[in-house]
């Protein structure tokens, strides 16, 4: 069967999608995840935490929904790339997971009871819920920089040789602590647009300015290493865009200093760094001069470029092998099947504008400050 779109497009449609899956994830649940990280430092009553938490809670829920079709997205269009990682960084995934799963238990059962102990415990465990998640997938993202330690055989089975630990090396905390300083910077200029104008905007304000220029420093500090460090990879054989998927058909080395080799070649990808710092420096311009929707917009601009830089320099890898480098996985060589990602592509043209759709109509209805007065009269609040 003919089909209307090639191979080789297809394939660079599911690879954008992917990034623009992560970019709404990180826009959306990444404010939430922010914000819960922040909930200790700038709220010190029980009223002021329960103001802070509705600042997110009725849209939470809604955000996840980026993560979860993230994951299937990859699970369709990139199944070894799904197999490799899932298993692979399978006790990091449990550790992203449960610190997930305390949020909404958090949100749940924290005013259930009115014991300052048992409030403050989900207070702390709603901080888990937002500061591990952001650390762990940034430590997630400098492994894949760095080269994930795992072989595939000639059946493409694949082997996993890393552990837990070994996830945190200087380069990948480097990259975990970014993205925290990233989605702090978020929530904050999220709490500037939410929560009602006083001490608590007053904190997240001073947060947030630190955030943003230690966000900049280890942006900063992580180009310094992708440029000078022992980083890279590249196709060093003939590549076949249209090609059957078969990691062990493509020629790869390590190369330090290859992921800015396309920077070279597609100097518009330039584009991309040049947007997380100037967002971040938009942000805190916006929280100094106290401009909440300058501040808002900076924080997702920067989270756009930062997010962008990992994908084009990486291009067209999705998952090399620190161990291995044959067994490195491209956009060319672990793509689902001709028919599979056209078929997944008629799928998402028809639901995500619904998704994007239902999302701008729940925001434009659920728009407004969170007060301190309202916990006393809409008894709907957390």
Same mark, same amino acid.
């Given at each position: 069967?003919?089909? &209307?779109?090639? !191979?080789?497009?297809?394939?660079?449609?599911?690879? @954008?999608?992917?990034?623009?899956?992560?970019?709404?994830?990180?826009? #959306?649940?990444?404010?939430?995840?922010?914000? @819960?990280?922040?909930?200790?430092?700038?709220?010190?009553?029980?009223?002021?935490?329960?103001?802070?938490?509705?600042?997110? @809670?009725?849209?939470?829920? +809604?955000?996840?929904?980026?993560?979860?079709?993230?994951?299937?997205?990859?699970?369709?269009?990139?199944?070894?790339?799904?197999?490799?990682?899932?298993?692979?960084? !399978?006790?990091?995934?449990?550790?992203?997971?449960?610190?997930?799963?305390?949020?909404?238990?958090?949100?749940? !059962?924290?005013?259930?009871?009115?014991?300052?102990?048992?409030?403050?415990?989900?207070?702390?465990?709603?901080?888990?819920?937002?500061?591990? *998640?952001?650390?762990?997938?940034?430590?997630?993202?400098?492994?894949?920089?760095?080269?994930?330690?795992?072989?595939?055989?000639?059946?493409?089975?694949?082997? !996993?040789?890393?552990?837990?630990?070994?996830?945190?090396?200087?380069?990948?905390?480097?990259?975990?602590?970014?993205?925290?300083?990233?989605?702090?910077?978020?929530?904050?200029?999220?709490?500037?647009?939410?929560?009602?104008?006083? *001490?608590?905007? #007053?904190?997240?304000?001073?947060?947030?300015?630190?955030?943003?220029?230690?966000?900049?420093?280890?942006? $900063?500090?992580?180009?310094?290493?992708?440029?000078?460090?022992?980083? +890279?990879?590249?196709?060093?054989?003939?590549?076949?865009?249209?090609?059957?998927?078969?990691?062990?058909?493509?020629?790869?080395?390590?190369? &330090? +200093?290859?992921?800015?080799?396309?920077?070279?070649?597609? &100097?518009?990808?330039?584009?991309?760094?040049?947007?997380?710092?100037? +967002?971040?420096?938009?942000?805190?311009?916006?929280?100094?001069?106290?401009?909440? *929707?300058?501040?808002? $917009?900076?924080?997702?601009?920067?989270?756009?470029?930062?997010?962008?830089?990992?994908?084009?320099?990486?291009?067209?890898?999705?998952?090399?092998?620190?161990?291995?480098?044959?067994?490195?996985?491209?956009?060319?060589?672990?793509?689902?099947?001709?028919?599979?990602?056209?078929?997944?592509?008629?799928?998402?043209?028809?639901?995500? &504008?619904?998704?994007?759709?239902?999302?701008?109509?729940?925001?434009?209805?659920?728009?407004?400050?969170?007060?301190? $007065?309202?916990?006393?009269?809409? *008894?709907?609040?957390?």
């Amino acid at each position: 069967m003919e089909l &209307p779109l090639d !191979y080789e497009t297809l394939r660079l449609i599911w690879w @954008g999608l992917l990034g623009v899956l992560l970019i709404g994830f990180a826009l #959306t649940d990444g404010f939430d995840l922010g914000v @819960g990280a922040l909930l200790p430092f700038v709220a010190r009553t029980d009223e002021e935490r329960r103001m802070v938490i509705n600042t997110i @809670g009725a849209t939470w829920e +809604g955000n996840q929904v980026w993560f979860v079709v993230g994951g299937a997205a990859i699970f369709a269009a990139w199944p070894l790339v799904y197999a490799v990682s899932f298993s692979g960084f !399978y006790l990091a995934m449990f550790l992203v997971l449960s610190a997930l799963i305390l949020r909404p238990v958090a949100f749940k !059962y924290r005013s259930k009871r009115s014991s300052p102990g048992w409030r403050s415990f989900w207070d702390w465990a709603l901080f888990i819920g937002g500061f591990v *998640p952001a650390l762990v997938f940034g430590v997630a993202v400098g492994n894949v920089l760095l080269g994930a330690p795992f072989r595939l055989d000639n059946d493409l089975r694949s082997y !996993y040789e890393g552990s837990l630990l070994g996830l945190f090396t200087p380069f990948s905390l480097v990259c975990g602590l970014l993205s925290v300083t990233m989605l702090v910077l978020h929530g904050a200029a999220w709490l500037g647009v939410k929560a009602e104008r006083g *001490p608590i905007q #007053t904190r997240a304000r001073a947060i947030g300015t630190v955030a943003a220029l230690l966000g900049l420093l280890l942006f $900063a500090a992580g180009g310094l290493f992708v440029a000078f460090g022992p980083l +890279g990879f590249a196709i060093t054989g003939a590549i076949d865009p249209g090609g059957a998927s078969n990691p062990m058909r493509t020629a790869v080395e390590a190369q &330090p +200093g290859a992921w800015l080799a396309n920077y070279s070649k597609y &100097p518009w990808m330039i584009a991309a760094p040049v947007l997380g710092f100037a +967002g971040a420096l938009a942000a805190l311009v916006g929280l100094l001069r106290r401009s909440e *929707p300058l501040s808002l $917009a900076g924080s997702s601009v920067s989270a756009v470029g930062i997010i962008s830089t990992v994908g084009l320099s990486m291009f067209p890898f999705i998952l090399p092998s620190s161990v291995d480098a044959q067994s490195s996985l491209t956009v060319w060589n672990a793509s689902s099947s001709h028919l599979t990602l056209f078929i997944m592509l008629v799928v998402t043209v028809i639901f995500l &504008p619904m998704i994007l759709a239902y999302t701008a109509w729940v925001y434009r209805v659920l728009w407004g400050r969170s007060t301190t $007065a309202a916990l006393h009269t809409n *008894p709907d609040l957390y």
